[in-house]
C-alpha cells in the first residue's frame, strides 16, 4: 500500500458510513478533529508518528498524549 492509499483509507470513514454532513471535512458547524503533522506523510509514510491532535477546540501536544497511552 502506497503512503497516499494509506492515509486515504485512514481519513475516509465519514464517507463510509454516511455521516459526510456531519463530518469528513472542515467546514463550520461539522465536527473536526485534526492531527497535526511536522513532516510531510506522502514522503515518509513514518512521518505519521510524531503528532500533535486538535480536539474539541484544544490542542494536545504530543507529549500529553504519550502521557495518555
Do not use: W
Request: charged letters at 25%; hydrophobic letters at 40%.
Amino acid at each position: 500500500m502506497t503512503p497516499l492509499a494509506a492515509l486515504q483509507a485512514a481519513t475516509q470513514p465519514a464517507q463510509f458510513m454516511g455521516q459526510l454532513d456531519r463530518r469528513g471535512t472542515i467546514e463550520v458547524g461539522k465536527i473536526a478533529d485534526l492531527v497535526l503533522l511536522d513532516a510531510d506523510p506522502l514522503a515518509d509514510i513514518h512521518n505519521t508518528a510524531p503528532f500533535e491532535r486538535l480536539a474539541d477546540g484544544k490542542l494536545y501536544p504530543r507529549e500529553t498524549l504519550d502521557q495518555c497511552s
